[in-house]
């Protein structure tokens, strides 16, 4: 095969379909992307047997079909340091050329006998979403999941259709986000976990905010579809908490914050505190806040806030982690937080559509 | 059952006779075994006080007549075996004759038993040693046991017995391991006249292994298959990020016997060598089968070692099985996944030299150690590992190494080690980057040298060392969970926790019950915002069982300490942003004895400018 490739888009297809691959696989064939060269157009593909993805490429000059495994990385690498706007690659027998204006690689390749295909869609049936909805949903619930592996299943994002909406939601057993969505139109009702990895491969590829994506569920699997870009993975298996069951309902004390102001001061009290202090105490008082990081090794700050607030004096802690990295994607002006008493759970909502529930710290 | 018979005294002299009765569990076990041998299908055990004022075991099995029943607690008395090519062929769980006799001179037993040919059933009971005739009374099919007031003649003994939920989980592990071996029979059991268990007679071992461990286990179990060279296996398998903190969970039965063998427990360990760290252990369940005359079980009083006519065919029959079990199933990709970016073999190699270092820093103190820096420490011969190198291969491998080293230099004088500093000093310099090596050790630059740092040896340490400092000053923050994570737990296990529930709420785990067999955590360390709050505790669960009952508080609360901070501690393999490497510096200047981890191993060591110039030949 052999084909003329522009080097932006070539480079971009590139590091997309490599975020799929497991770094130090012991699967010479996983580290390579698959190159698919037809009449219609270039096609990259790259899987690491959970998660498949296929990127289209724009820009080519297609001289003859064919295809071949080629080692990623060196790929990626090659492509990178192009001078050119354009470069040639051509895939013969055992071993592929690439060529720009003024250097010459040629790359062992592999077999391609036995590289695992990327799934299509094989049903009618899906969702369909704008990107840049569907991406803002990723980022506020995706830095709420566990981050390793974990006995439950809340190593992944839960994705919960209902007629019209798209629910997403997010735990790691500490704390949970959740995030709502229209969706252009509806078609399943099935819910399915979708793997942390997956969910930021295809963060990456959502890049037009008015591009429609269609997603299936289908047979433990989830495939995405883009106009350039088809995803294919496998889902969590397990049930996700539930969740609905720890929102709690019933706080009565309610607080607005300027989103900005509130990151500020928890990042300013939560300066001297580390890895193992105490959380930052908020201590709400009539139209008062004080927030309070301390650590044994390195001292104490406090931060003062003024706000409206009416209720009874009350205390809670938490990890300031998690309400940083919270207020850091809400994306809205303002938060609220509903609290119920000291040391209950506390409720962050910020618009009609994303709520995030923080479990509180307290000394035992 | 046949009649019993005087077993002739050339015979009592082959039988190894040994301690069979120790503790109420070793009762229960062998009136169990008595019962399976019957035939039974149901078998109800009730114990009070931990099995110190009563076991009583009731079966359905055949039954004695009444001479049988006269002579059940003769000495050698038994219906099994009566010469002694006998011996050569057992094919039941009792042989000897002596188990009733052993339990009857130490205790207050009674009889009751019927067979199906007869009418009424015959009552006997000893006290002590002094029985009386058989007495007919009415009485079901099958065979009671009551034993009371064990040791009661032998007050050293009876002293020497612990306390009831000691005692009561010693009788749970007993009576699982008999349930293991014999899925299909119906067993209960009660303590102090509560339900604790209810084991319908199960149609697989699954099903079983359900009934014990509960779904979360059992489900995630694949099965091994093989029958070769007269050795039929059958093998239940966790994956590997189920394995524990001790062997305990690995269960091997041999023709419906548990039995312990290191033979069978070094393959299985083989065969999950790569895919579990090094000082954790699979979960397994091993049932094997082969013909009687292979195996020799009258080498230990309570039958629980054996001896294989060929130990190496069970050893290579059992490694084999599971080694083709792994390579063709899915789980070899679940655990590519989950080892993370490192591959199965990289994983190997490090986790060997690190075994061999740690081994041999602790097998001579690091004073004196020279440790000699010098060039390529590539010659380390890899094959070895497939025929599991002990740690003194290992040690002497690393001697060789070390020593061409010092032979490469002409002088090996005091100064020209790397030594293991009691108080190092590790302040990185302002231009002192750290530089993360092989994903195990951090290097980074002093005011006067380098230094060089186990990174997980030294975050376990202060880790350790801060939250056993917290605990001191009552401050330790518990970070409520979102939902309660449950912890299957064993019924010894159970009875363990109950005990130590307030030492692990003074560290910030709070727990609560959930059903019969679990607990859930509801609160955990705040600090140790990376751990999985279910399994850390499942862990410190794992370890607590192994400690010696009498164990003092502060003793469990360390076990605990340590427990937790390993867990939580970046592992070898981790890769650390140069952010994590500072902090893990930074933090070891405030943590008291951050030269050694909380097992004793140093994890810092420290090289001076001037040894590094002495080395280099500047001075
Ligand atoms: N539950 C029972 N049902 C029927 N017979 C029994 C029962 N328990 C004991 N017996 C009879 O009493 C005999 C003596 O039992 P005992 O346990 O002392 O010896 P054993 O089982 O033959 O050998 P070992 O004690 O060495 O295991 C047995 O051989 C058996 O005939
Ligand atoms: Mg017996």
């Known amino acids: 095969m052999k084909a003329i490739c522009n080097r932006a888009s070539l480079l971009e297809a590139l590091h997309v379909t490599s975020a799929a691959i497991t770094p130090r696989t012991p699967k010479p064939a996983l580290q390579c992307v698959l190159v698919d060269c037809q009449e219609e157009g270039l096609t990259v593909v790259a899987t690491d047997l959970q998660v498949g993805i296929r990127y289209r490429l724009e820009q080519v000059e297609v001289k003859q079909a064919g295809r071949g495994l080629i080692p990623a990385d060196r790929f990626l690498a090659i492509v990178r340091e192009c001078p050119d706007d354009t470069l040639s690659v051509e895939i013969g027998e055992s071993s592929c050329r690439i060529d720009t204006s003024d250097s010459h690689f040629t790359l062992n390749t592999s077999e391609v006998e036995g590289f695992p295909a990327v799934r299509e869609a094989n049903g009618q049936d899906g969702l369909k979403i704008k990107a840049g909805l569907l991406r803002g949903m990723i980022h506020r619930t995706l830095f709420a999941a566990a981050k390793e592996s974990s006995r439950y299943a809340i190593n992944g994002v839960l994705w919960a259709p209902e007629g019209k909406n798209l629910m997403m939601v997010a735990t790691d057993g500490r704390r949970l986000a959740q995030v709502q969505a229209e969706l252009i139109s509806g078609g399943t009702e099935a819910t399915a976990i979708v793997p942390t990895k997956t969910m930021s491969l295809l963060d990456r590829c959502l890049v037009e905010a008015e591009e429609q994506v269609w997603v299936g569920f289908q047979e433990n699997r989830i495939v995405i579809i883009l106009p350039r870009v088809t995803i294919s993975s496998t889902l969590v298996e397990g049930t996700f908490p539930k969740y609905n069951e720890v929102i709690p309902h019933d706080n009565t004390v309610k607080v607005k914050f300027k989103a900005d102001a509130l990151l500020s001061a928890f990042r300013r009290a939560s300066l001297l505190t580390t890895e193992n202090s105490q959380g930052v105490r908020m201590q709400f008082s009539k139209d008062r806040l004080v927030l309070t990081g301390r650590a044994a090794e390195t001292g104490e700050g406090k931060v003062e806030l003024g706000i409206e607030y009416g209720y009874d004096d009350l205390e809670v802690g938490f990890n300031p982690h998690y309400v940083l990295e919270a207020l850091r994607v809400v994306g809205t002006e303002e938060i609220s937080l509903e609290l119920k008493a000291a040391n209950t759970p506390g409720v962050f909502r910020s618009g009609d559509d994303f709520l995030y529930v923080v479990m509180p710290v307290s000394l035992s | ?619």
């Not at chain 2, 007679?201 to 179990?221: C, H, P, V, Y």
């Open chain 2, 1 to 619: 059952m046949g009649q019993i018979q005087i077993l002739p005294e050339l015979l009592v002299n082959k039988i190894a006779a040994g301690e069979v009765v120790e503790r109420p569990a070793s009762v229960v076990k062998e009136l169990l075994e008595n019962a399976i041998d019957a035939g039974a299908g149901r078998i109800d055990v009730a114990v009070e006080d931990g099995g110190k004022r009563l076991i009583q075991v009731t079966d359905d099995g055949a039954g004695m007549g009444r001479e049988d029943i006269a002579l059940a607690w003769t000495a050698h008395a038994t219906s099994k075996l009566s010469n002694a090519e006998d011996l050569l062929a057992i094919k039941t769980m009792g042989f000897r004759g002596e188990a009733l006799a052993s339990i009857a001179s130490v205790s207050r037993v009674r009889i009751v038993s019927r067979t199906v040919d007869n009418e009424a059933g015959y009552e006997v009971s000893c006290e002590g040693g002094d029985s009386h005739e058989p007495r007919p009374t009415a009485a079901a099919v099958g065979t009671s046991v009551w034993v009371r007031d064990l040791f009661f003649n032998v007050p050293a003994r009876r002293k020497f017995l612990k306390g009831t939920s000691t005692e009561t989980s010693h009788v749970c592990e007993q009576l699982t391991r008999v349930a293991l071996a014999q899925s299909q029979v119906h067993f209960t059991l009660s303590h102090n006249g509560r339900k604790n268990l209810d084991l319908p007679a199960a149609s697989n071992l699954r099903e079983r292994i359900t009934g014990l461990f509960g779904d979360e286990l059992a489900q995630t179990l694949i099965e091994a298959d093989s029958d070769e060279r007269r050795i039929r296996i059958q093998a239940l398998l966790a994956p590997p990020d189920m394995s524990r903190t001790s062997s305990k969970w690995q269960y091997f039965f041999l023709n419906g016997r548990y039995i312990r063998d290191r033979f069978i427990q070094h393959a299985v360990r083989e065969a999950y060598r790569g895919l579990i760290e090094a000082n954790r252990f699979p979960v397994a369940f091993l049932y094997l089968q082969m013909a009687p005359e292979m195996v020799d079980v009258n080498v230990h009083p309570t039958k629980i070692e054996v001896r294989f006519r060929d130990s190496n065919a069970v050893h290579s029959q059992v490694l084999g099985t599971l080694r083709e079990r792994f390579l063709k199933s899915d789980l070899s990709s679940r655990m590519r996944i989950e080892q993370g970016e490192g591959g199965q073999a990289d994983g190997e190699k490090t986790e060997q030299i690190r075994r061999a270092v740690a081994d041999f820093l602790k097998a001579s103190p690091p004073s004196q150690a020279p440790l000699a820096f010098g060039p390529g420490s590539g010659g380390y011969s890899r094959s070895r590992h497939n025929k599991g190198p002990t740690g003194q291969e290992l040690r002497e491998e690393l001697n060789k190494l070390f020593e061409a080293d010092r032979q490469g230099s002409s002088s090996t004088t005091q100064s020209e080690r790397l030594e293991a500093q009691a108080e190092p000093t590790i302040r990185a310099t302002a231009a002192g980057a750290v530089l993360q090596l092989h994903r195990m050790y951090l290097v980074a630059e002093t005011d006067d040298g380098l230094i060089i740092v186990d990174q997980h040896a030294l975050h376990e340490r202060i880790l350790y060392e801060q939250l056993s400092q917290r605990v001191g000053r009552g401050q330790v923050a518990s970070q409520q969970l979102l939902v309660p994570m449950p912890v299957e737990l064993t019924n010894q296990q159970r009875a363990m926790l109950d005990k130590v529930q307030e030492i692990l709420s003074q560290v910030g785990i709070e727990l609560v019950d959930f059903g019969p067999t679990a607990v859930a955590v509801q609160a955990f360390p705040a600090m140790l915002d990376r751990a999985d709050p279910g399994a850390a505790v499942q862990d410190i669960v794992d370890r607590l069982v192994e400690m010696p009952t009498d164990s003092a508080a502060e003793q469990v609360l360390e076990e605990v300490l340590a427990s937790m901070a390993c867990k939580a501690a970046v592992k070898a393999g981790d890769k650390l942003s140069e952010e994590e490497m500072s902090q893990l510096l930074a933090d070891a200047e405030f943590a008291e004895r951050s030269s050694n981890c909380p097992h004793g191993r140093p994890t810092i060591l420290k090289m001076s400018l001037a040894e590094l110039e002495k080395q280099f030949k500047r001075t």
